[in-house]
């Protein structure tokens, strides 16, 4: 295997060839540090490198195997964390002038078990400031490159993590995803995103956002992001709101699925507008589950539709007004977009947000109704290919001070109701930028999400595309 092969060999080779003694975590970790101090000065994807941490991670990984100890499912495998994240010893920055410098003293509870599971951590990846909006544009970073288009958007507050997994930054990439912010990076960067059941995954803290937030892997292949899944779930103390049940064995189980699963699909969600090519090849996607894979797709109305933009309209700014008391101080090292949209929820009242609130909850009750006549909803992922990385909104968009969700209408409703969500790459524009197909799955149906996935995956594979960066 040469170099550059092994920066895209999935993760559940390296965990068999490193057991096997084939390979060691050292050889695999030093080849895809070179890779990213190769690209990084073109691509910037990483907040903060942890180069020498991640070697000396390695040589630990083989000094353990050579003495015969028990090891994790990730042992000496690389993985890459977003920078919203605490990882002990690193920056913990959130794309921001406003904690420039803060570091964090000790792990969260998901670093903590990737860790404890052998993961060799490569340091922080790049975020928008704190993760506000869909364009991979920071402040206190720049901008992180599309893989496939240098210059053009990688995609929402986990462009980093997204980034690195299309260039071969090693298998295994952390996100987190507020609005679509696991699943846009997926779309436009051409790999696999997978926003797990909210809860799924702990929180240390648990975000300001009212219960929206839910983190997930960024990989190559759904057997990756099955085998990320399993490490990073279950419940934990310091996160109230996560999941009592303990995580399915997701890579064990990822080759099965329904006999007969009940498969609707939305091109619009009844309101949202689409670029035609965009909607084109998610057409031919959804045709590939019923020629490839034998079974039957309903085209659907979706009522709940369009009750959402009001409410992500409400919620964006309302609970980024966190932040106004510093504008003052910082409002000329932010990012423009993101003060308009923290100053659009300053005349907000606590009656309107309870009122709203309750209105959201009457919407994700009626999308977990839909539900109980499907078993998984197809959409596209995002409506548009990626763009400049210095507009907020593609060139032909209607445009907006702040709001970058009109083009992002199919992600967030699941980020309200906590359903599992996964986007899958699906083809290619004709300018070559990759296109994702989104698969929803009833709340707790992970596994099923990370099945239907891997039907298609096996059906249409993607891992061997790679972007043009060699």
């Known amino acids: 295997m040469n170099e550059l092969d092994l920066c895209f060999t999935p993760a559940t080779e390296l965990v068999d ?5 084939k390979l060691s975590s050292v050889e695999i970790t030093s080849t895809v540090l070179k890779r990213i101090e190769r690209l990084e000065p073109k691509l910037n994807a990483f907040a903060y490198l942890a180069a020498d941490e991640a070697m000396d991670a390695a040589q630990a990984a083989d000094r353990a195997l050579a003495r015969g100890e028990s ?42 078990r990737l860790r404890q599971a052998g993961a060799v951590i490569l340091g922080k990846t790049s975020t928008p400031e704190f993760g506000w909006m869909g364009v991979s544009n920071s402040p206190l970073t720049g901008i ?9 958007n990688a995609g929402a507050s986990s462009a980093g993590a997204g980034a690195g997994a299309a260039a071969g930054y090693g298998p295994l990439h952390q996100g987190s995803d507020g609005a679509g912010s696991i699943r846009m990076p997926a779309h436009f960067s051409g790999v696999f995103g997978l926003k797990p059941t909210y809860g799924r995954v702990p929180q240390s803290p648990v975000a300001a956002s009212d219960f929206t ?5 960024l990989t190559r292949t759904v057997a990756d992001a099955a085998l990320m899944l399993r490490t990073m779930a279950g419940p934990h103390p310091d996160d109230h709101t996560s999941l009592e049940a303990l995580p399915a064995d997701y890579p064990r189980h990822l080759a099965g699925r329904p006999r007969t699963p009940r498969l609707a699909y939305s091109p619009d969600l009844d309101h949202a507008r689409v670029d035609s090519e965009v909607a084109d090849l998610v057409r031919r996607a959804v045709e590939a589950f019923e020629r490839d894979l034998g079974l039957t797709v309903e085209q659907v109305r979706t009522p709940w539709g369009p009750k ?20 003052p101080e910082f ?36 999308i977990h109704h839909f539900f109980d006549d499907w078993d998984f ?14 507009l907020l909104q593609p060139a032909h968009w209607p445009q907006h001070p702040w709001d970058w969700l009109s083009w992002a209408e199919f992600s967030y409703p699941f980020n309200l109701s906590g ?52």
């Open 17 to 21: 060839a490193i057991r096997a003694r």
């Open 71 to 112: 090891m994790g499912p990730l042992h000496g495998v690389p993985v890459t964390i977003k920078d919203h994240e605490a990882v002990r010893g690193m920056q913990l920055e959130y794309g921001t002038h406003l904690r420039r410098g803060e570091k964090a003293t000790a792990d969260n509870a998901m670093v903590a």
């Open 144 to 152: 992180t490159h599309n893989p496939w288009r240098h210059g053009f």
């Open 213 to 217: 937030v839910h983190l997930g892997p």
């Open 308 to 327: 959402g933009p009001p409410l992500a309209r409400f919620f964006w700014p309302a609970h980024f007004m966190r932040h106004f008391d510093r504008l």
């Open 331 to 366: 409002r000329d090292r932010m990012d423009p977009g993101f003060v308009a949209c923290i100053e659009a929820g300053q005349h907000l009242t606590m009656a309107d947000y309870q009122k709203t609130r309750l209105v959201k909850y009457a919407y994700c009750a009626e």
């Open 377 to 390: 909803l197809l959409t596209p992922a995002v409506s548009v290919a990626a763009f400049p990385a210095t």
């Open 419 to 470: 359903n599992p969500a996964a986007s899958v790459p699906c083809g290619f524009t004709k300018e070559g930028l990759p296109v994702g197909l989104q698969i929803v799955g009833r709340r707790f149906d992970d596994l099923g999400v990370l099945q239907m996935s891997a039907a298609f995956e096996a059906a249409r594979p993607w891992a061997g595309k790679r972007p043009p960066l060699d």
